[in-house]
C-alpha cells in the first residue's frame, strides 16, 4: 500500500513558478512508475507528465513540454514537479499517482495509487 501526499499548489500570476511535491510513504516509490495528472471541473482527468522507475524516461503532455520538468529522488521517496512560465489554463488540481506497470503510461486507469490533489490556479 503507497499513500501519496502533493504540497505546494497555490495561486500565482501568470508566467510565474511553482514547485508541486509528492511524498510517498507506506511503501518505496522506487518500484513505480509515477506520474501527475490535472483535472478541472467537468473534465476528464488528464496526463502532465510522468517518469520512470529509474528516471531515465519522461513523458510530458505537449500542452506542458518546455514549461514542466519531473524529477524524483528514490532515496527521498519524493517526486517533483517544477512549472514555469505558468499559463491561465494550467489552472487545476494537480494530481500525483503511482504505477505499478513496467513502462511508462499516460492513462489514469494504470495508476494504482493517487494523491488528494492539490490545487494550482493562476491568474491572468
Known amino acids: 500500500q503507497v499513500q501519496l501526499v502533493e504540497s505546494g499548489g497555490g495561486l500565482v500570476q501568470a508566467g510565474g513558478s511553482l514547485r508541486l511535491s509528492c511524498a510517498a510513504s507506506?511503501?518505496?516509490?522506487?518500484?513505480?512508475?509515477m506520474g501527475w495528472f490535472r483535472q478541472t471541473p467537468g473534465k476528464e482527468r488528464e496526463f502532465v507528465a510522468a517518469?520512470?522507475?529509474?528516471?531515465?524516461?519522461?513523458f510530458y503532455a505537449d500542452s506542458v513540454k518546455g514549461r514542466f520538468t519531473i524529477s524524483r529522488d528514490n532515496a527521498k521517496n519524493t517526486v517533483n514537479l517544477q512549472m514555469n512560465s505558468l499559463k491561465p489554463e494550467d489552472t487545476a488540481v494537480y494530481y500525483c499517482?503511482?504505477?505499478?506497470?513496467?513502462?511508462?503510461?499516460?492513462?489514469?486507469?494504470?495508476?494504482?495509487?493517487w494523491g488528494q490533489g492539490t490545487q494550482v490556479t493562476v491568474s491572468s
Open positions: 499517482a503511482a504505477s505499478g506497470m513496467m513502462y511508462i503510461s499516460k492513462l489514469p486507469r494504470e495508476y494504482d495509487y
Open positions: 507506506g511503501s518505496t516509490v522506487s518500484t513505480a512508475v
Open positions: 517518469i520512470s522507475r529509474r528516471g531515465t524516461s519522461i
